[in-house]
Every structure is written in structure tokens, then in C-alpha cells.
T-cell receptor, first 111, second 115 residues
Framework: GQQLNQSPQSMFIQEGEDVSMNCTSS?????WLWYKQEPGEGPVLLIA?????ELTSNGRLTAQFGITRKDSFLNISASIPSDVGIYFC???????????FGDGTTLTVKP | GAGVSQSPSNKVTEKGKDVELRCDPI?????LYWYRQSLGQGLEFLIY????????KSGLPSDRFSAERTGGSVSTLTIQRTQQEDSAVYLC?????????????FGDGTRLSIL
């Protein structure tokens, strides 16, 4: 089946630093999604990418859909303490209902 | 409410008992998904519904797991004869349609603990 490799597994950074995380897949996806999950809550959608090569921003967050359609990255600029959480990438096929999720990147921001 | 609602938020039960988990999707969303998240892990797909039918049940771990959806709205995930390895957070999501241009929106999950 499809698998996503998400890295890094965890990050410990200082407030104000930039962060980068990425996902790679063994197969092609038509949509890439990035979610953030905080303790006791479900994942919340941050950015959705629908075209290969697409670069999309949402405030301090920027994500790109790789040209090969097998990878995506998420950047967070000027991190703040409330950025703490687990970030998941997910890939979706055109006709398959399910999303395939990476194992997450746990982000810790030190004030 | 405006979001996906799941109940109960927490469930503790003894091994061997049956449990039912409920999901109320966002109004108007025809697609509904169940995922399982073990501690420190990503999300594992279980099943998805388009309307009341389930085109993809491939993620259900065993025949102890079943799900149904009625009226194109509420869904129930049932686990029979629970085992300790069933302990996890069960997340429900919905989307307007199952297509790849429709992101899934998640509830806060049911945390299931099997003693």
C-alpha cells in the first residue's frame, strides 16, 4: 500500500526560528494536505495543495506540492510558542476517499 | 454545531465488552471517514462512507470492527469483544464529497481505553 515518510520526527527550536518539514511518498498523490494536531483535539487543516508545483501560503506557513507529485514540504517562518503541536502531511488520490497520513512531526518551541 | 462532533470523548471499558462510537459529520457533507490513532502514531484509515454505503472498508483491522451510517448523516463505529490493542483515539472526519479536491475536517476523537 501507499506509505508516506515524514521527517523530521521531532524538532526543538527557539522562538523566532524558521522550521521546515517534508513528506515523501513511494507513489503519486493528486492532493497534498498539511494538518496540525494539538493535545486532545483532532487534526486541523492548515494548507491544501491541488497542483504539482503549487506553492501556497497561509500566514507564516508556506507549503509546496512537489513537481513529481511524490513529495511536499511545509515551512513555518518566525516560529512562536503557539506553533507547538504535531504536524501531519497527508496525500489523497483522485477517486479514493481515504487520506494516507505521515507519522507526524512533533514541534516544540522554546520561548 | 458547525464542526464534526464525536461522542463519547472518552470511553473506558473492560476487555471483552462491546463499544459504540458515534460521529456527527458537518451538515451537508456526504463523505465520512473513520481513522484510528495510536499513541505517538499517525492516522490509520479504517473505513469511509459515501452516503450510507461504504466503498472502502479495507482498513478495518478485523471482523470485530464494523460501522454503519444512516440517513447520510450520523455514523456508528462498533468494536465487539474489545481487546487491549484496540486502545487508541478513534477519529472521524467528513468532507463535502470524497473527491481529492475536498479536504477532510476532523472531530476531536474518542479516546478508547481497554482495561
Amino acid at each position: 500500500g501507499q506509505q508516506l515518510n515524514q521527517s523530521p520526527q521531532s524538532m526543538f527550536i527557539q522562538e523566532g526560528e524558521d522550521v521546515s518539514m517534508n513528506c515523501t511518498s513511494s507513489s503519486i498523490f493528486n492532493t497534498w494536505l498539511w494538518y496540525k494536531q494539538e493535545p486532545g483535539e483532532g487534526p486541523v487543516l492548515l494548507i491544501a495543495l491541488y497542483k504539482a508545483g503549487e506553492l501556497t501560503s497561509n500566514g507564516r506557513l508556506t507549503a509546496q506540492f512537489g513537481i513529481t507529485r511524490k513529495d511536499s514540504f511545509l515551512n513555518i517562518s518566525a516560529s512562536i510558542p503557539s506553533d507547538v503541536g504535531i504536524y501531519f502531511c497527508a496525500g489523497q488520490d483522485t477517486n479514493a476517499g481515504k487520506s494516507t497520513f505521515g507519522d507526524g512531526t512533533t514541534l516544540t518551541v522554546k520561548p | 454545531g458547525a464542526g464534526v462532533s464525536q461522542s463519547p470523548s472518552n470511553k473506558v471499558t473492560e476487555k471483552g465488552k462491546d463499544v459504540e462510537l458515534r460521529c456527527d459529520p458537518i451538515s451537508g457533507h456526504t463523505a465520512l471517514y473513520w481513522y484510528r490513532q495510536s499513541l505517538g502514531q499517525g492516522l490509520e484509515f479504517l473505513i469511509y462512507f459515501q452516503g450510507n454505503s461504504a466503498p472502502d472498508k479495507s482498513g478495518l483491522p478485523s471482523d470485530r470492527f464494523s460501522a454503519e451510517r444512516t440517513g447520510g448523516s450520523v455514523s456508528t463505529l462498533t468494536i465487539q469483544r474489545t481487546q487491549q490493542e484496540d486502545s487508541a483515539v478513534y477519529l472521524c472526519a467528513s468532507s463535502r464529497t470524497p473527491g481529492s479536491n475536498q479536504p477532510q475536517h476532523f472531530g476531536d476523537g474518542t479516546r478508547l481505553s481497554i482495561l
